[in-house]
């Protein structure tokens, strides 16, 4: 028997806020809800720095730094790096939304379960260093499962030059 979920989404990056739901009239059992910052519940999609290897260059990298923000490509077409980072973080939560397989909820018990996500955007444009911690095996699983499905990226730059790009996206699911 399938379940009616009503998926909330909320994407915040610098002063963006955008959110994503079913319509009103269906009933609410579980949710996945994302969001950034350091708020109580959801998904904080932000880039973290990062100390490249030694044999690399070494650059500290974070967001403030970026000349270009790692793109979909549906985001392509913009050139503002604060508007880049607003359409990544709309497409990773329309991703994460679309892709969640919300099964994994299945045999938990009811309330909020966190999925904390950690992973590279390679100078390829590749997810990789996937990392995903939850109480529940399963949900990390099904974390991973979402991240390994994603499309290849372009990769961030600071002066034209592709650096690697860490993030961490915490996901919060609600199970009623």
């Known amino acids: 028997m399938k379940t009616r979920i009503k998926t909330a989404l909320t994407a915040i990056f610098i002063a963006a806020f955008t959110s994503v739901s079913a319509q009103e009239n269906e009933p609410i059992t579980d949710s996945i809800v994302i969001e950034k910052g350091k708020l ?15 044999s690399e260059k070494s650059i500290k990298l974070d967001s403030t730094i970026l000349t270009k923000s790692p793109l979909f490509e549906e985001c392509k077409s913009i050139s503002d790096v604060s508007e880049q980072k607003d359409c990544f973080s709309i497409s990773i939560t329309k991703l994460v939304n679309r892709k969640f397989n919300t099964s994994a909820l299945k045999g938990l018990p009811s309330g909020r379960h966190k999925i904390y996500c950690f992973f590279n ?4 444009g ?20 979402v991240f390994e499905n994603i499309p290849k990226i372009e990769p961030g730059e600071i002066d ?17």
């Open 160 to 176: 034209n030059e592709p650096v690697i790009v860490r993030y961490f996206l915490p996901i919060t699911l609600l199970k009623n």
């Open 126 to 145: 590749n997810i990789e260093n996937l990392e995903a911690y939850s109480k529940y095996k399963k949900l990390e699983i099904a974390a991973v499962n």
């Open 40 to 54: 109580a519940d959801g998904i904080t999609l932000k880039e973290i720095r990062l100390q490249k290897s030694k």
């Open 121 to 124: 955007i390679s100078k390829n």
